[in-house]
């Protein structure tokens, strides 16, 4: 969280400053000193002095790699490291090492979100107080409010699964130990009160267009109609809509003063149609649009014979899809105007993790890696999978046949050496994916060609692999993949390294909460589920509850999922692969995978979807090549192009429980309120 200010000035030119220059998270802390509670609602400057520094509790929603504030990308089937610190708690986590006694202090949210939401009820209880403030100004700030409480219990939720929601109270500190003493909502009591709060905040909250681009890391009406989205999509998903997982980890995890499972146990086909409409919703605003950047005439990227030529987004024309996906992350695109960007940071974290892709050669901590199964999700160019490739774009396995030739894709630069198995493949994956052989440009480090333009193998015998990181042990990545969804071809660390001197890196890069592919992706895997036509509540696009109709709509499904589809340049789906919905549902969770990776989707995904505990720990998909051999000898059967199961103490340790499904409430929080239930499976 950025700190805007540290000298103290006079009080007047300091909130002058805050609602002049602030965003979401740029507020001094200093006002916590400066003024009494009691002070707070004398004025309107004051009172939203205080609203504003409220955000500066939530943990910044980059962080979702080391110091992370769920278990998130570590403890995903995306990720793995040779790292098992406090710092990577997400894989502590995965190999048992984190109990209710030893929640990691940055992953230990639970007192600072209930401080927002003593915080978020002291403003409602007094808001009506500020009698400088008009009527208009009020609901705002009430939904303002209202917002930062449902996000303060959406972060519950999605660590500690059932709340603890005590309403409007604001808790004293002078009561019988009683007064405190409460049980946990259900999960779906739960969520229908975190979409009460973002349905209060929908209402009065200004959309993107009516709000300045000063203020572009406030939360608006897109923001909380987005939140209802996910949320009820989570929902409808197997492991809290009476699936397998649902009885698997919950079918005896019951409330004690009434007997009510706190998951639902009866699968409900209607929850789906209820997500739809929730993501339909946001459609509806018209307000937002996947990201595209045009294609440069003279370079074009270029497409499969399959892939549509119409103007996007009823295809791949006019557009590049490698920059349209690339600029999002890398920093080359502007935050404060991308309308893919329905809510989004900045964030240092992301630009620092960023290092842990760097070999340490090139001034890095280069241990982050990524299995060989999320490489065998991405598609080749023409759109299909690995498993059913065309003979014009043929898949090879053979990871000893090489390209041939050096290839332009646009402004990519695909080197001759490389193994056909990288070839073909659609642009997500050469943005995202740092594979055997990939050329990284490093451009700001061109002082010095050691440490700039150069292919990175990650073999024992190449400074990118084992070999380079010297004393650095746990430095180096474990699979020949990392990721380098976020990295820019100008970025380098190798700052003091040899003749580099005062590399370029954009700081800080951005980080999408929410983006519009995601609720493209939630209407359409919601509508494959739907069952008949129900009719269901929803609020529309402007915040009024109405009643839908839905059904599963092909030609829906269609359109929003081409759409993404083009924009990576690659065909979309057939009218055949819809008319399954199981079918369908396969390649809607792949989907997902490519152009969700590494934003800190999957690990719970795999969850929500049921298939968390058959397939995180399950060895055939910690897979990847054999960072321990020398790609250059003959004489070791393949050496670093065999593709074996990670040799690692983190994956070897690796498991996959029930009780996992969420984090412990710490043992001294159950402490304080006796009647509060721990999660199943874990200890008091």
Same mark, same amino acid.
């Given at each position: 969280?950025?700190?805007?200010?540290?000298?103290?000035?006079?009080?007047?030119?300091?909130?002058?400053?805050?609602?002049?220059?602030?965003?979401?998270?740029?507020?001094?802390?200093?006002?916590?000193?400066?003024?009494?509670?009691?002070?707070?609602?004398?004025?309107?400057?004051?009172?939203?002095?205080?609203?504003?520094?409220?955000?500066?509790?939530?943990?910044?929603?980059?962080?979702?790699?080391?110091?992370?504030?769920?278990?998130?990308?570590?403890?995903?089937?995306?990720?793995?490291?040779?790292?098992?610190?406090?710092?990577?708690?997400?894989?502590?986590?995965?190999?048992?090492?984190?109990?209710?006694?030893?929640?990691?202090?940055?992953?230990?949210?639970?007192?600072?979100?209930?401080?927002?939401?003593?915080?978020?009820?002291?403003?409602?209880?007094?808001?009506?107080?500020?009698?400088?403030?008009?009527?208009?100004?009020?609901?705002?700030?009430?939904?303002?409010?209202?917002?930062?409480?449902?996000?303060?219990?959406?972060?519950?939720?999605?660590?500690?699964?059932?709340?603890?929601?005590?309403?409007?109270?604001?808790?004293?500190?002078?009561?019988?130990?009683?007064?405190?003493?409460?049980?946990?909502?259900?999960?779906?009591?739960?969520?229908?009160?975190?979409?009460?709060?973002?349905?209060?905040?929908?209402?009065?909250?200004?959309?993107?267009?009516?709000?300045?681009?000063?203020?572009?890391?406030? *939360? /608006?009406?897109?923001?909380? +109609?987005?939140?209802?989205?996910?949320?009820?999509? #989570?929902?409808? @998903?197997?492991? =809290? !809509? $009476?699936?397998?997982?649902?009885?698997?980890?919950?079918?005896?995890?019951?409330?004690?003063?009434?007997?009510?499972?706190?998951?639902?146990?009866?699968?409900?086909?209607?929850?789906?149609?209820?997500?739809?409409?929730?993501?339909?919703?946001?459609?509806?605003?018209?307000?937002?649009?996947?990201?595209?950047?045009?294609?440069?005439?003279?370079?074009?990227?270029?497409?499969?014979?399959?892939? *549509? /030529?119409?103007?996007?987004? +009823?295809?791949?024309?006019?557009?590049?899809?490698? #920059?349209?996906? @690339?600029?999002? =992350? !890398? $920093?080359?695109?502007?935050?404060?105007?991308?309308?893919?960007?329905?809510?989004?940071?900045?964030?240092?974290?992301?630009?620092?993790?960023?290092?842990?892709?760097?070999?340490?050669?090139?001034?890095?901590?280069?241990?982050?890696?990524?299995?060989?199964?999320?490489?065998?999700?991405?598609?080749?160019?023409?759109?299909?999978?690995?498993?059913?490739?065309?003979?014009?774009?043929?898949?090879? *396995?053979?990871?000893?046949?090489?390209?041939?030739?050096?290839?332009?894709?646009?402004? #990519?630069?695909?080197?001759?050496?490389?193994?056909?198995?990288?070839?073909?493949?659609?642009?997500?994956?050469?943005?995202?994916?740092?594979?055997?052989?990939?050329?990284?440009?490093?451009?700001?480090?061109?002082?010095?060609?050691?440490?700039?333009?150069?292919?990175?193998?990650?073999?024992?015998?190449?400074?990118?692999?084992?070999?380079?990181?010297?004393?650095?042990?746990?430095?180096?990545?474990?699979?020949?993949?990392?990721?380098?969804?976020?990295?820019?071809?100008?970025?380098?660390?190798?700052?003091?390294?040899?003749?580099?001197?005062?590399?370029?890196?954009?700081?800080?890069?951005?980080?999408?909460?929410?983006?519009?592919?995601?609720?493209?992706?939630?209407?359409?895997?919601?509508?494959?589920?739907?069952?008949?036509?129900?009719?269901?509540?929803?609020?529309?696009?402007?915040?009024?509850?109405?009643?839908?109709?839905?059904?599963?709509?092909?030609?829906?499904?269609?359109?929003?999922?081409?759409?993404?589809?083009?924009?990576?340049?690659?065909?979309?789906?057939?009218?055949?692969?819809?008319?399954?919905?199981?079918?369908?549902?396969?390649?809607?969770?792949?989907?997902?995978?490519?152009?969700?990776?590494?934003?800190?989707?999957?690990?719970?995904?795999?969850?929500?979807?049921?298939?968390?505990?058959?397939?995180?720990?399950?060895?055939?998909?910690?897979?990847?090549?054999?960072?321990?051999?020398?790609?250059?000898?003959?004489?070791?059967?393949?050496?670093?192009?065999?593709?074996?199961?990670?040799?690692?103490?983190?994956?070897?340790?690796?498991?996959?429980?029930?009780?996992?499904?969420?984090?412990?409430?710490?043992?001294?929080?159950?402490?304080?309120?006796?009647?509060?239930?721990?999660?199943?499976?874990?200890?008091?």
């Amino acid at each position: 969280m950025k700190i805007f200010s540290k000298t103290i000035v006079l009080c007047g030119i300091l909130l002058s400053a805050w609602f002049t220059s602030c965003n979401f998270l740029d507020v001094d802390s200093y006002f916590e000193a400066t003024f009494q509670q009691d002070s707070i609602f004398h004025s309107q400057a004051n009172a939203e002095g205080y609203l504003w520094n409220t955000p500066t509790r939530f943990p910044d929603p980059g962080a979702i790699w080391g110091n992370s504030w769920t278990p998130g990308q570590f403890a995903s089937d995306e990720l793995t490291a040779r790292w098992r610190t406090t710092e990577f708690s997400g894989i502590r986590f995965t190999v048992g090492e984190i109990n209710e006694r030893n929640v990691p202090s940055r992953m230990n949210i639970w007192y600072s979100m209930y401080s927002v939401i003593r915080r978020c009820n002291i403003m409602l209880a007094n808001v009506d107080k500020v009698e400088d403030m008009n009527t208009l100004d009020k609901q705002k700030y009430r939904g303002y409010v209202h917002f930062l409480r449902g996000y303060a219990y959406y972060h519950l939720l999605m660590n500690w699964g059932p709340c603890l929601i005590v309403g409007d109270d604001v808790i004293p500190n002078s009561e019988s130990a009683e007064f405190y003493d409460r049980e946990r909502a259900t999960y779906d009591e739960s969520v229908d009160y975190i979409c009460g709060e973002f349905g209060k905040a929908a209402k009065v909250l200004p959309t993107s267009a009516q709000q300045s681009i000063n203020y572009f890391a406030r *939360p /608006t009406k897109g923001a909380a +109609l987005a939140l209802i989205s996910r949320l009820r999509l #989570y929902q409808a @998903s197997p492991l =809290f !809509n $009476g699936g397998d997982a649902a009885k698997r980890c919950f079918g005896t995890w019951k409330r004690k003063s009434d007997d009510k499972f706190y998951v639902n146990q009866v699968y409900d086909p209607d929850r789906w149609a209820v997500a739809a409409a929730a993501a339909k919703s946001v459609i509806d605003m018209q307000l937002y649009e996947l990201h595209t950047v045009e294609m440069d005439t003279k370079n074009p990227y270029p497409l499969a014979e399959n892939v *549509p /030529t119409a103007p996007f987004p +009823l295809g791949a024309g006019g557009i590049d899809p490698y #920059y349209s996906y @690339s600029h999002m =992350f !890398n $920093g080359e695109g502007v935050i404060q105007t991308n309308k893919e960007f329905i809510w989004a940071h900045e964030s240092s974290n992301v630009t620092n993790y960023t290092k842990h892709c760097f070999p340490v050669y090139y001034g890095g901590w280069g241990g982050m890696s990524v299995p060989q199964r999320v490489i065998d999700c991405y598609l080749m160019a023409d759109g299909r999978d690995i498993h059913n490739a065309s003979e014009e774009y043929p898949y090879e *396995p053979d990871l000893t046949k090489t390209i041939g030739n050096d290839k332009m894709l646009g402004a #990519y630069l695909l080197k001759g050496n490389v193994p056909k198995m990288y070839g073909n493949r659609e642009a997500r994956f050469y943005a995202s994916i740092g594979f055997p052989g990939s050329y990284w440009p490093m451009n700001s480090a061109s002082q010095d060609l050691t440490y700039s333009k150069r292919q990175m193998w990650f073999s024992k015998d190449d400074p990118s692999g084992i070999t380079g990181a010297g004393s650095n042990i746990n430095d180096y990545c474990v699979t020949g993949y990392v990721p380098v969804k976020y990295i820019h071809p100008d970025d380098s660390w190798a700052d003091g390294k040899g003749n580099v001197k005062a590399n370029f890196r954009t700081s800080p890069k951005p980080f999408p909460i929410i983006r519009y592919a995601e609720v493209l992706l939630e209407y359409v895997e919601a509508l494959n589920n739907v069952e008949g036509s129900p009719s269901v509540k929803v609020l529309n696009a402007i915040g009024d509850t109405t009643t839908v109709t839905v059904t599963r709509n092909t030609n829906e499904m269609k359109y929003y999922f081409n759409m993404i589809r083009y924009r990576g340049g690659v065909a979309g789906v057939t009218d055949a692969e819809l008319a399954d919905k199981n079918t369908f549902g396969k390649i809607l969770m792949n989907e997902r995978q490519v152009e969700l990776f590494n934003e800190g989707y999957r690990y719970f995904d795999t969850r929500r979807w049921g298939i968390y505990l058959d397939e995180d720990a399950n060895s055939s998909n910690w897979r990847g090549l054999d960072v321990e051999k020398e790609r250059t000898d003959a004489n070791n059967n393949g050496g670093f192009w065999n593709i074996v199961t990670i040799n690692l103490q983190n994956i070897r340790d690796r498991i996959a429980e029930p009780k996992m499904m969420f984090l412990p409430i710490p043992h001294d929080e159950l402490l304080k309120v006796p009647a509060m239930d721990q999660n199943p499976g874990w200890n008091r």
